[in-house]
């Protein structure tokens, strides 16, 4: 409860024009607000090497993608906080570990991300950002949680949960219908096309006033889903992998209408766009991540390793490779950093600002670790070149300069090395929080599953 008020205050402070706490003194749509807007794509399942600006196989071809890639940065080592959908959205919209909130499954989304958290559209909206999520939401089901009353002016798209149907976009029930705003609606169509309509449309009803588009594809997750004639481009020998791959050309070509839009209306000159998978490609939806080992669902490279591209046209570089380890947590305090505010002093903040480590400038490591951890049998740690994980109860280190595939376990090798990081590690579980969804079990024992 004190949490809530808490957040309630902060608002408060945040929401009238010259808040203390963001962008002091300057004007809302002022000859001098240089503020940015802020464009926010985020693929789903979307596999390492299933972008054509990083290594891939024949048949992956993404030029949009690509394009932010040769204007702006791309990561080599970018990561998401989780291995699963929902977890990394939520400590994406808040730049917090989400277990320190309790947020550490895909099905803590069906309990919602708690409502003491401060989500990035909440800070942008109270400085007179207009704002829009378009796409998947998967934070929280019920009133209180959803995107209306968590920052944003508009949603298009889908409550809950991690999948949707491609095609069948009329109203069914209240979590997997579409909505406009705080109403399902009947559509049509191929949804990742439509993701792209209502971005474009966002963005040319607020070209006058400093944005936020958080965009979030559910493509490329499961199931697998195309217009025929985009099935037919493709001849990978595998009819799965052809769909797949399909998907991947649909929501490419959505991007490249969002940056055509941005361009098209002259946004696009003081635009910062950041784009990033939520977690790595799915085995069962035929992705491909190349080099990293396994898939969606392990603490393995290729469960939480991500393209990760940032674009920001005269401020970043062009055509630059960045090799940091960076996560999906930084995102917010770089966005905040672009739109010249500070974060709120009240709460511990994990992601940082990118930006000084996208231009080249920063000599020391922007995190001394990164961890993760989904509430059961898998954790990880990474610090430099060291990442050391456990899945089933295993212990497992390995040199990522040296084996980017983790196929050497070194553990009984560096036993000060493991150790060093497991005590990193042990500290930072420390600090989180009770599983959400088991505090709600608790609290009502005999409330609907
Ligand atoms: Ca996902």
Request: hydrophobic share 35%; charged share 25%; glycine share 10%.
């Amino acid at each position: 409860m004190s949490n809530e008020i808490s957040r309630r205050g902060f608002l408060k402070r945040c929401a009238g024009v010259g808040a203390a706490c963001f962008l002091p003194g300057r004007m809302l749509g002022s000859p001098t607000d240089d503020r940015p807007n802020i464009v926010l794509i985020v693929s789903d399942d979307q596999g390492y090497a299933d972008i054509s600006c990083y290594d891939h196989p024949k048949g992956v071809s993404t030029p949009s993608m690509d394009r932010l890639a040769k204007e702006g940065v791309r990561l080599t080592n970018g990561y998401a906080s989780a291995y699963v959908c929902a977890p990394t959205r939520a400590g994406l919209l808040t730049g917090r570990y989400q277990q320190r909130f309790g947020f550490y499954t895909g099905g803590d989304s069906r309990t919602g991300m708690p409502t003491s958290e401060v989500t990035i559209a909440e800070l942008l909206k109270g400085q007179g950002y207009a704002t829009a999520v378009i796409g998947k939401w998967h934070v929280g089901l019920e009133p209180q949680y959803r995107p209306l009353r968590r920052g944003f002016d508009e949603f298009y798209g889908f409550l809950g949960h991690g999948a949707h149907d491609y095609f069948k976009l009329k109203i069914t029930d209240e979590y997997t219908s579409i909505y406009r705003n705080d109403k399902p609606i009947n559509d049509t169509g191929y949804l990742t096309q439509n993701l792209a309509r209502e971005a474009v449309s966002f963005i040319e009803r607020h070209r006058s006033q400093p944005f936020f588009l958080y965009l979030p594809f559910n493509a490329v997750h499961w199931p697998l889903q195309a217009p025929q004639e985009d099935i037919k481009r493709f001849n990978t020998g595998d009819e799965n992998r052809d769909v797949y791959l399909a998907m991947l050309t649909q929501m490419d070509d959505a991007i490249g209408e969002v940056l055509d839009a941005l361009e098209r209306t002259g946004a696009g000159k003081n635009t910062l766009v950041i784009f990033f998978s939520d977690n790595g490609g799915a085995r069962k939806n035929f992705a491909n991540n190349g080099v990293l080992r396994d898939y969606k669902q392990t603490v393995y490279e290729g469960g939480i390793r991500v393209p990760f591209i940032v674009r920001w046209p005269g401020k970043l570089p062009k055509g630059t490779t960045c090799d940091e380890p960076i996560i999906s947590l930084d995102v917010l305090p770089t966005i905040c950093a672009a739109a010249g505010g500070k974060l709120p002093a009240d709460r511990i903040y994990d992601g940082k600002n990118m930006l000084p480590t996208l231009r080249g400038r920063m000599r020391e490591p922007l995190h001394d670790a990164l961890f993760w951890y989904d509430g059961a049998e898998q954790w990880a740690v990474r610090v430099g070149r060291w990442k050391l994980l456990s899945r089933k109860g295993s212990l497992e280190l390995y040199d990522l300069d040296a084996d980017i595939s983790e196929k050497h376990n070194v553990a009984t090798d560096k036993p000060q090395v493991a150790k060093r990081l497991k005590d990193l590690h042990d500290d930072w579980r420390s600090q989180l929080g009770e599983s959400i969804s088991k505090r709600r079990t608790r609290k009502k024992p005999r409330s609907r599953r």
